[in-house]
T-cell receptor
Framework: GAGVSQSPSNKVTEKGKDVELRCDPI?????LYWYRQSLGQGLEFLIY????????KSGLPSDRFSAERTGGSVSTLTIQRTQQEDSAVYLC?????????????FGPGTRLTVT | KNQVEQSPQSLIILEGKNCTLQ??????????LRWYKQDTGRGPVSLTI?????NTKSNGRYTATLDADTKQSSLHITASQLSDSASYIC??????????FGAGTRLFVKA
C-alpha cells in the first residue's frame, strides 16, 4: 500500500523567503509527526498531531515555524523568513494511533537548502 | 535529560563480516526501544522494537539486545551485505508520545 509521501523532495530557497512542505500520511493514521534532521544529528522533534486534539508544538524552534493538519490527513509545515540554519531534511511520520507501541512510518523527507 | 547516544559514529566492514552497534540511553520513563535503518535519501524504517521485559529480538540477520538495568542496547548484524550500508538509528520512546532519537551509526559495507 501507499506509504507516507512528502513533497517537494528537494527545495532550494533564498534566505528570507517562505517555504511550505507537505506531508501525506498513510490513510487511516491518526497521528502525525514532523522532525528535522540536520547533518550528523539525530532527528529533532518539531510538532505532533493526534486526531482532533490540539497539536503539541513544543519542538518548534521559533515562531517562524508553523504547521497545520487539514481534515485530519494532509499536513503542511511552513517556515517563514527562512534562515541558513533552517537547512536540513524535514521528515514526516505517521502512526496508526497515539499509543506507545505504534510504529512510526516515515516519509522520504524534504531536503531544504537555504542559500 | 533524556538522551540517546550511539557508537561508533561510523563503521566500515567487509562484506560477509559481522558487526555490532551500540546504544546507551538515559530516558525516563522508558516505554520501548526501536532500531531503525535509514538508507541514503530515505526515511527511517523500523527493524525491531523491544519493551522493558525483552532481552533479545531478531529480524533476519539483525539481532537486537536490551539491558534495561544498564540502559544499553545493541544491534548485531550477521553476514553483512552491501545493502546493509545505511545509517542505523536507535530510538527510545519515553512517556506519552515523546520519542528520542540517537544520532545514528553510519555503516559502510565494502566488497
Amino acid at each position: 500500500g501507499a506509504g507516507v509521501s512528502q513533497s517537494p523532495s528537494n527545495k532550494v530557497t533564498e534566505k528570507g523567503k517562505d517555504v511550505e512542505l507537505r506531508c501525506d500520511p498513510i490513510s487511516g493514521h491518526t497521528a502525525l509527526y514532523w522532525y528535522r534532521q540536520s547533518l550528523g544529528q539525530g532527528l529533532e522533534f518539531l510538532i505532533y498531531f493526534q486526531g482532533n486534539s490540539a497539536p503539541d508544538k513544543s519542538g518548534l524552534p521559533s515562531d517562524r515555524f508553523s504547521a497545520e493538519r487539514t481534515g485530519g490527513s494532509v499536513s503542511t509545515l511552513t517556515i517563514q523568513r527562512t534562515q541558513q540554519e533552517d537547512s536540513a531534511v524535514y521528515l514526516c511520520a505517521s502512526t496508526l494511533g497515539g499509543g506507545r507501541s505504534y510504529e512510526q512510518y516515515f516519509g522520504p523527507g524534504t531536503r531544504l537548502t537555504v542559500t | 535529560k533524556n538522551q540517546v547516544e550511539q557508537s561508533p559514529q561510523s563503521l566500515i566492514i567487509l562484506e560477509g563480516k559481522n558487526c555490532t552497534l551500540q546504544c546507551n540511553y538515559t530516558v525516563s520513563p522508558f516505554s520501548n526501544l526501536r532500531w531503525y535503518k535509514q538508507d541514503t535519501g530515505r526515511g527511517p524504517v523500523s527493524l525491531t522494537i523491544m519493551t522493558f521485559s525483552e532481552n533479545t529480538k531478531s529480524n533476519g540477520r539483525y539481532t537486537a539486545t536490551l539491558d534495561a538495568d544498564t540502559k544499553q542496547s545493541s544491534l548485531h548484524i550477521t553476514a553483512s551485505q552491501l545493502s546493509d550500508s545505511a545509517s542505523y538509528i536507535c530510538v527510545v520512546r519515553a512517556g506519552g508520545f515523546k520519542t528520542i532519537f540517537g544520532a545514528g551509526t553510519r555503516l559502510f559495507v565494502k566488497a
